[in-house]
């Protein structure tokens, strides 16, 4: 039998087959991921067969080719990715100034692991009913620089109901992926599209000013034609497995003119003649998107409170 991974709660997934029937299954001892090492070999979006068992759940016995799909390294293991979903269509990456806030290097390294499968990004721009007036000045900045770069942007409120329409046309005939850190308010824009849902929404610790995580499995609904994917909140987005001649193709500001560049392998890091060194210099890169490519290039690990929404 074949069908679509609907839910995956790490041990237990539910599949739903052409027929709108959905049986819940396993995987039978390690599964075979052709020499990649994942924590969850088997993700929301998975196209998989199965065989059914005596007692009326299925063991997964085949991944389809996936198109496409977002991972990011484990935290605990630097050698080991972390799927979050497959063959998606577009991502609504959820984003706030605070409770929490989001750092711009989680940011860009969100966007780097989707412009290698050139999976289309929409930055949203959550709580708008929250910020004063410097902060929505910071975040009409931040619109402005991340659409001049070639991502589309959204400014929402469930409060408000700001942008909750735009967002609802842009999720028609789409599998759309909703991501971010806890907190920022994901499940309450998928509630706000489609209200019967009812998924749950986590409040803000007063403590650490960060969000709970209340989605605690991944989980996708049909809705107007496609697909909503509500996932877990991401504390971290560490990036694996990518070489640095291919990073530089993951920044479509550097992409568009590195070919003025001197030299044909150039990194753009300290080279003679690079373009993309000149084009930070006189503003037509951002500067905190330039520093941030330097970062992936360097490995180093970003902590959240770099590069934050400020």
């Not at 920022?184 to 849902?197: D, H, I, R």
Request: aromatic fraction near 10%; include cysteine.
């Amino acid at each position: 039998m074949e069908g679509l991974v609907v839910k995956s709660t790490g041990s237990w997934y539910d599949v739903r087959c052409a027929d709108g029937q959905v049986f819940t299954c396993r995987i039978r001892g390690k599964f075979r991921t052709h020499g990649i090492k994942y924590t969850n070999p088997v993700v929301v979006g998975d196209t998989v067969t199965f065989e059914m068992e005596k007692d009326g759940t299925g063991i997964i016995s085949k991944i389809l080719p996936r198109r496409n799909y977002i991972e990011r390294k484990s935290t605990n293991l630097s050698k080991v990715s972390h799927l979050i979903a497959s063959n998606i269509d577009i991502v609504f990456l959820v984003v706030t100034l605070k409770e929490p806030r989001t750092s711009l290097g989680f940011i860009d390294r969100f966007l780097v692991a989707a412009e290698s499968f050139r999976i289309p990004v929409c930055l949203v721009f959550n709580k708008m009913d929250l910020y004063d007036g410097e902060e929505l000045a910071e975040v009409e900045a931040l619109c402005a620089m991340y659409q001049r770069v070639g991502y589309d942007t959204l400014c929402t409120s469930v409060v408000t109901g700001q942008g909750i329409e735009d967002l609802k046309g842009r999720l028609e005939s789409k599998v759309s992926l909703f991501s971010g850190h806890s907190g920022t308010g994901k499940s309450a824009l998928v509630n706000a599209v489609e209200p019967s849902l009812q998924l749950r929404v986590g409040e803000i610790s007063q403590q650490h000013h960060k969000g709970k995580h209340t989605t605690t499995f991944a989980e996708m609904f049909p809705f107007a034609g496609g697909y909503l994917m509500d996932t877990p909140g991401i504390k971290e987005f560490g990036l694996i497995r990518y070489a640095k001649e291919e990073v530089r193709d993951y920044f479509p500001e550097i992409r568009e003119i590195q070919h003025e560049c001197r030299f044909s392998n150039c990194l753009h890091i300290q080279e003679p003649g690079c373009a993309v060194l000149k084009a930070v210099e006189e503003g037509e890169i951002p500067a905190s998107r330039y520093l941030n490519y330097v970062s992936i290039m360097e490995d180093e690990d970003m902590s959240l409170t770099e590069w934050q929404l400020r």
